[in-house]
């Protein structure tokens, strides 16, 4: 039984910064490319960031580009979503999820397992 939990979520005021952590269990965490995806409301589910499964390869759109970053920890099965310079528009639910491939980090169907989501607000 495989298990994503995202975690750090919360209200940031814009310009501000969070942390968001996505434990997995169930699963050989190395063996998967790790993504975090946001929904707002009423908005489909977009890609925001993507690790390779040792973490030399990563994904950002030029929505977040230079302001998140991802990171893994494989010894601790989590991977991290660095967010600063928040802004409005990034408010939305956060989802960390798994993909059995590495090498086409953007391939969004390939994503197997999500976790249930962590609610980011950044106020103006």
């Known amino acids: 039984q495989v298990q994503l939990v995202e975690s750090g979520g919360g209200l940031v005021q814009a310009g501000g910064s969070l942390r968001l952590s996505c434990a997995a269990s169930?699963?050989?965490?190395?063996?998967?490319?790790m993504g975090w995806f946001r929904q707002a409301p009423g908005k489909e589910r977009v890609l925001v960031a993507a690790?390779?499964?040792?973490?030399?390869?990563?994904f950002y759109p030029d929505s977040v580009k230079g302001r998140f970053t991802i990171s893994r920890d494989n010894a601790k099965n989590t991977v991290y979503l660095q967010m600063n310079s928040l802004k409005p528009a990034d408010t939305a639910v956060y989802y960390c999820a798994a993909s059995p491939i590495s090498a086409r980090l953007i391939d969004t169907s390939m994503y197997r397992y999500w976790g249930q989501g962590t609610q980011v607000t950044v106020s103006s």
């Open positions: 169930g699963l050989t965490f190395s063996n998967y490319a």
């Open positions: 690790i390779s499964w040792h973490g030399s390869s990563t």
